[in-house]
Each structure stands twice: as C-alpha cells, then as structure tokens.
C-alpha cells in the first residue's frame, strides 16, 4: 500500500492547507522542467532507499498519488515514477508513457478538472496505460461562483467536461471531491451542486466540511476579521441533505465524509481506516509501519544545486505510544459504518463509556450479517457511530478517548 505525494499545484486555492507549491508557469518552462525532474529523481532515489518497505506493504497492493495536483505533472515524469515503484518487467527497460502489466488492484490518480480539459484524451489514455484505475477529481462545487471564491482554477463546465472526458476514455471508477458549509453557500446552491453530481453519476463522492487549515489563506483572512465560517446548522442542514439524497440514489455512506456506490469503496483509502501499514513518498509524505511506527518526510521541495547535487527531503520518525494506538484506532474505526468490534471498544474505552453511548443512541450495534463489510472474529457483534450522528462523530468519538 503506497502513497506518493506530489507537492504542486499552478494556484492556490483559498482553503488549503495541504503540503504544495505553486509550479511556475509555462513562460518559465525551463526552471519548471528543471524543478520537476528534481522532483523525479528525489523520488526514485527514495522508492530504492526503501524497496525492501515496499514489498513488505504490498499484501494491500494498492497505489495512491495525492497531492498537491498530481495531473499537473506530465506523462513521462509519472511512467518514470510508477515504473521505479512497480518495478519494470523482466528484460524490459520502461520507456516514458509505455503501458505495462501494474501489480495494483487499485491505483487512484488525484486530477484536477482544468488539467483534464487541458490535456485531453490522450492524457487520460496515458494514465490508464500506467495501470491506473481509479480517478478522483477535485470539483468542490458546481456553481462558479463558489469556484471563484475558493480561487479554483476550474468552473463548472469545465468539470462536467472533465468527467465527460474521463467516462469517454472509459475510466470506470470514478470519486469526485465537493465541499460544503461555506459562509456564501446556500442550501439551494449546495442542492443543486448535489444535483449536478448526481446527473453524471460518479461512483464514489467525497464531501467535506469546509474547515480554517492552519497557513491557509482562510486562515489569514479569519486572523484579520475578515472571514466568519459558516454556522453549525448550516453545516448540518446541508450535510443531512448530502446523506438523505445520496442515499436514495442508492450510495453507501460507508464513511463520514464518504459515498460509494456499492463495491465502489475505496480499497487504499479503507485501509488506512484500519491502520494497515503503508509507505508514504515524496515530499512531506507519511508513512506507518508494523502498526507503531510512524514517520514522514519533511516538507522540503527537491531541488538540484549549482553543482548539480540533489538537495532533497529527510526522512523522520517517531514510535507511537500504546496509547497514540489506543486513540487512533478508536477514531478510525468509529468514523466507519463498519465500524469496531464491541469486545475491542469496551477493552479500548471502557465499557461504561460504551453503555452510555448505546443508551443515547449515539453507537448501534451492527451484527456481522448486517455489517456492510462484515469481518470474521467479531462473533460479539461490532458497534458503530449510526448515520444520523455521524454529523457529531468527533464529540462522540471525543468522549471515548
Ligand atoms: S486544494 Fe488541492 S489544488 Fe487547491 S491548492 Fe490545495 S492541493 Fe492544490
């Protein structure tokens, strides 16, 4: 299980904080070139540091390229990349954008909408020859001016075109990202959004609440008084429209912020949920191994010296405490409607806790036959967070920890 971080973006949009930098554009297409192979290079430099971690995160053999845009980066600096992680097949040396047998049963690819535009076809079919199988594209909404006042670079044709494309080239799995509980969106606003992503039919929907990110822009703006978010029964409204209406339309609510028609969950994105071991790369990136030991690597952009030296990332790490697993496996597992077996809960938190919050209807039992991804060992029955609280899933998962 591997993630690989790809730190640019061409803008940034109002409410980030993720870990990226503002490639330079096309009229400084040489320094962009320059910057990119660094990128490259640092990263294959580090996936044969760590080949041996590799392997050993490979029983959940899947491969997720965040960002950051990763579909800022073209064609061949990805086959580069994705053929150093997967290793070329026997005899054969990879040339840029050559397709070849991926050991991955998923591979997600981040895009952003303008880039598909941009790129077209012939991108997409790219990325499908290197193995990928899964997109997700940042929308956030369909309205464009919700899309300027987040500063994205898209509008909302562009994504409806973007998907077109995407379907077009026969991309099959596809999640697309929307954001709600902004201060200028309106419940009509976000039920049409809700709408307008529905008609195309995604097979995975990602919605977050949109929240002030420590360095965003947001940020700044709060600090001056010149940003006031949204209110909490904005929040609630327009997520408890989200949860009805994709619901209906037949979407598994399998997680809080997550939506898949069923069989469509996400494979990478579930075991993180249930803190399987994976190897996090590139800049910034994280990584968990042996289910203790968490490390990352610092947010460093690579970059080649005057003397043509890598000056790239280090890599740092920290042993997690009995109780850091303690609380991580709670807050996992209880954001999940899968949620955790009702013998580990009560040796977790207590079983008073437990009893308090089953008596308030705040966790549901959920009987193995009845579990959306039912697991073996848990013949004592699973508890979970029941849909209509998921809105509170952090007070509730507060009081447990
Ligand atoms: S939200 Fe995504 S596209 Fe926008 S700046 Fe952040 S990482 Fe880049």
Not at 49 to 78: K, Q
Not at 253 to 263: C, D, L, M
Not at 276 to 282: A, E, F, H, N, T
Request: charged share 25%; glycine share 8%; net charge negative.
């Amino acid at each position: 299980m591997i993630y690989l971080h790809v730190p640019f973006c061409e803008s940034r949009c109002t409410y980030c904080g993720f870990f990226s930098s503002v490639i330079l554009g096309v009229a400084q297409r040489s320094k962009k070139n320059l910057c990119l192979k660094a990128y490259a290079d640092a990263v294959c430099r580090e996936v044969d540091e760590r080949r041996e971690e590799i392997a050993n995160t490979l029983s959940t053999n899947t491969l997720y390229i965040g960002g950051g845009t990763p579909s800022v980066l073209p064609l061949s600096i990805l086959s580069r990349i994705i053929h150093s992680i997967a290793l070329p097949p026997a005899g054969g040396s990879p040339s840029a954008g050559a397709a070849f047998d991926a050991p991955w049963s998923e591979f997600t690819i981040e895009v952003n909408p303008e880039d598909i535009v941009e790129k077209g076809e012939e991108y997409v079919r790219g990325l499908l020859g290197l193995g990928v199988n899964r997109i997700s594209m940042g929308v956030q909404s369909f309205d464009d001016g919700i899309l300027r006042w987040m500063n994205r670079r898209h509008d909302s044709a562009a994504a409806e075109e973007a998907f077109r494309i995407l379907r077009r080239c026969g991309v099959r799995n596809i999640s697309i990202d929307l954001i709600f509980g902004l201060p200028p969106l309106s419940e009509a606003l976000w039920s049409e959004t809700v709408d307008r992503a529905l008609e195309l039919g995604p097979e995975h929907i990602s919605a977050y609440q949109l929240s002030v990110e420590e360095g965003s822009t947001l940020d700044r703006l709060a600090s001056q008084g010149k940003f006031t978010e949204a209110t909490e029964e904005q929040c609630r409204e327009q997520y408890d429209m989200l949860c009805a209406r994709l619901g209906k339309a037949g979407y598994n609510h399998y997680e809080v912020s997550n939506f898949a028609v069923p069989g469509h969950e996400a494979i990478h994105n579930s075991a993180y949920w249930r803190r399987v071991p994976y190897v996090g790369l590139g800049p910034g990136a994280h990584s968990l191994s042996a289910g203790s030991v968490r490390s990352w690597n610092s947010e460093v952009i690579p970059r080649l010296s005057a003397d043509g030296a890598l000056e790239t990332y280090s890599i740092e790490k920290e042993f997690l405490t009995p109780e850091d697993i303690r609380v991580e496996r709670i807050m996992l597992s209880l954001r999940t409607a899968r949620g955790i077996s009702a013998t580990e809960l009560r040796t977790l938190a207590g079983g008073q806790a437990v009893d308090r919050l089953l008596a308030e209807g705040a966790l549901v039992r959920c009987h193995p036959e009845r579990c959306p991804e039912p697991v073996e060992g848990r013949s004592g029955g699973s508890l979970r967070i029941p849909e209509d609280h998921f809105f509170t899933s952090d007070d509730i998962i507060r009081s447990l920890i």
